[in-house]
Structure formats: structure tokens, C-alpha cells
């Protein structure tokens, strides 16, 4: 098959993964992740998946060890350290380094993967130096740094990897965005509103700080508004009414300023809604505002105003 298909990277993964799962044959499935790489030297997934393909031996032999271990029942079992372990992985990825210093996706994906193995810890600080070193003004790495915190880190510890990132990327545009992301996808998944509220908290003061520098961009807005409106609509309503005021034909906007008026019950807010429905150009073009008015304000689309 190899024969004929070699150009296709992903089969050259599939072949090793048949040997060492199927044959356990350890030496014949690295043959073929490095026969597979030395065609497809560039491939981001050939080379992800070879050192991906090193962490798993060493974690099989391991595993191996300490059955052999328990079975012999004897204490001056010698046992490799988790350093050991890792130093095939290790060399793999200084060749990456070598090769490819400056290949983001390929080395944060690298620390990523070397994540999953508890053993690998060293390793995986040592990558995630490297990505420090040569990333710290990238985006990207530090949303997948705060994806990881988010899984075991505390508040605090949130808080200040935050800090860290909002000042290595101080010129960046959509800095606050970008954090914003992961936080709100935790929060998403907490059953618990008093757990979930310190860390809205946090959002709600990026969002803010976000809207300062216009580093927040306007799917992000829109996404974080509809949380809002659920957590707080009074507060909604005066971030929406700053936004619109400096984005003023932001349709999502305005479409979810006129949902959170409908949510009051005051005078004022109906006439503020009677006003932008009569007034509002951006409103009155956009196929999402009548949605609105036909979906979610059936009292207003029946009102006699309209």
C-alpha cells in the first residue's frame, strides 16, 4: 500500500500505528514513522504524530516496568526515571527545534501533546520554555496556555497568566478577545452560579478593559453580550449602549441593545425601543432585526406602535 500511496503522510501514521498496536512491533512502526518522515520532512502531522508515537513507548515500557515490578515483588528493581524515559521524545524535539525553530503549530502542539503524559512533566516545562522564549508576543500561545490553566489552575493563577499575556502582547488587536474565548467556554460547563461568577467577573473586567483599547473584536462582543444579558441585563444594557455608540453599524449589536430594552418593563426602555425601531437605519435593513421582531418581541411585533 505504502508502495503505491507514500505521498499520503497520514497512511505512513497508520501503517506504524498497525505495527505497534497490532504486531507489537516497536522497532518495525519506527522504521516506518521515520522512512514516512525522511519523504515528508515538512508534514506537521508526521512529525506531531512521531513524537506523539515516542511518548506512547516510553509510557507502554513503563508500564511494563512496573508490572514486571510488582511481579517480582523485589524493591532494588531498577526502574527508569521519568527523564530517561522521555529522552528519545526529547531528542526528537531538539531535531524539531533544529529543523524547524520557528514553527509555532508544530512546537505548541508538541507541548501539547506532551501534556497528556504525567511522566513527561520535565519535558513539557522544557517545551513550554522554549515556546516563551521565542512566542511570548504571539497570541495564540497564550489562549492555549489559558486553556490548560483553566483545567487545573486556580482563579488566581488565571488571573495573572492574563496579566502576563495582556502585557507580552500589549500591541496586539484582539489580545482581549482571545482570552476572553477559553473563560467563557469554562464557564459554559460550570453547574454551579456561585462557582461560575468569580470567573465572569474576570471576563466582565477584560471585556472592559477590551472595549478601552478595541482589542476586543466584534463576534467576540457579540457573544459575550448574549452572556451578559443572561447574567446581568442592566449591565448588558449600558456596555451594548457604549458599544453601539462606537460602532453604530454594528448590526449584531444594535439587534441584541433592542432585545435587552425588551427585557424592561420601564417606560423609558419602551420608548428608547420605539425610538430605534422608527429611527434606525442599521436596524430597520437588517433581516436579523425582524427575526427579532417576529421571533423573540411577539408583543411588541403585535403592538399597536408598531
Request: aromatic share 10%; charged share 25%; with cysteine.
Amino acid at each position: 500500500m505504502l508502495h503505491y500511496l507514500g505521498h499520503e503522510p497520514h497512511l505512513w501514521i497508520f501503517a506504524a500505528r498497525t505495527e505497534l498496536d497490532v504486531m507489537q512491533a516497536i522497532e518495525t512502526a519506527r522504521a516506518l514513522m521515520l522512512q514516512g518522515l525522511k519523504r515528508h520532512p515538512d508534514s506537521l502531522l508526521l512529525n506531531k504524530e512521531y513524537f506523539k508515537f515516542e511518548l506512547v513507548i516510553a509510557e507502554r515500557l513503563r508500564d511494563r516496568d512496573a508490572t514486571v515490578e510488582e511481579l517480582l515483588n523485589d524493591a532494588e528493581f531498577e526502574k527508569e526515571d521519568d527523564q530517561e524515559c522521555t529522552k528519545i521524545a526529547e531528542v526528537v524535539f531538539e531535531n524539531i527545534k533544529a529543523t524547524k525553530p520557528f514553527h509555532f503549530e508544530l512546537i505548541l502542539s508538541c507541548w501539547q501533546v506532551c501534556l497528556a503524559f504525567k511522566f513527561a512533566k520535565g519535558l513539557a516545562t522544557k517545551i513550554e520554555n522554549y515556546l516563551r522564549e521565542k512566542f511570548d508576543k504571539k497570541e495564540e500561545f497564550w489562549q492555549a496556555k489559558l486553556s490548560q490553566a483553566l483545567k487545573s489552575g486556580t482563579l488566581e493563577e488565571l488571573k495573572q497568566l492574563c496579566a502576563e499575556a495582556l502585557e507580552s502582547c500589549s500591541g496586539s488587536a484582539s489580545i482581549h478577545g482571545l482570552l476572553m474565548g477559553p473563560i467563557l467556554r469554562k464557564i459554559s460547563t460550570l453547574t454551579s452560579r456561585q462557582i461560575a461568577m468569580p470567573y465572569f467577573a474576570h471576563v466582565l473586567d477584560l471585556f472592559c478593559a477590551g472595549l478601552k483599547f478595541d482589542s476586543v473584536d466584534e463576534k467576540t462582543c457579540e457573544n459575550f453580550f448574549k452572556v451578559l444579558i443572561l447574567q446581568d441585563p442592566k449591565k448588558a444594557e449600558e456596555l451594548i449602549k457604549f458599544y453601539i455608540g462606537k460602532y453604530p453599524n454594528c448590526v449584531g449589536a444594535n439587534v441584541l441593545y433592542l432585545e435587552v430594552l425588551g427585557l424592561s418593563s420601564s417606560v423609558q426602555s419602551r420608548e428608547e425601543m420605539k425610538r430605534l425601531m422608527l429611527t434606525n437605519t442599521v436596524l430597520v435593513n437588517s433581516s436579523d432585526f425582524w427575526c427579532l421582531i417576529i421571533e423573540k418581541l411577539p408583543s411588541v411585533a403585535n403592538s399597536d406602535e408598531k
